[in-house]
């Protein structure tokens, strides 16, 4: 499985990725050896989920989502049902 998340920063940022493996993920992030964007924005919480059967499907939903406005993802957030 592969999913696209949203992670809310320390900064009150959001970051988009995709990954295999939502904790283990999480945990990288948090750890400072994740995305550069997020090593100074920690601690960094999953605020967003979506799973996939494809890595091409994960990796076009994050393109998706990096397209919108910080409002479209806050509502996006808002609306989310977890899947973890």
Do not use: W
Request: aromatic letters at 10%; glycine letters at 6%.
């Amino acid at each position: 499985m592969y999913y696209t998340y949203i992670l809310s920063c320390a900064d009150g940022t959001l970051y988009t990725g995709y990954t295999t493996d939502l904790r283990r993920r999480l945990a990288v992030h948090n750890a400072g050896k994740g995305a550069k964007y997020t090593r100074s924005r920690r601690p960094v919480a999953l605020e967003y989920a979506e799973q996939f059967s494809a890595k091409e499907k994960a990796m076009g939903r994050e393109r998706e989502i990096k397209a919108l406005s910080r409002r479209e993802k806050l509502t996006l957030i808002r609306n989310f049902q977890t899947v973890v």
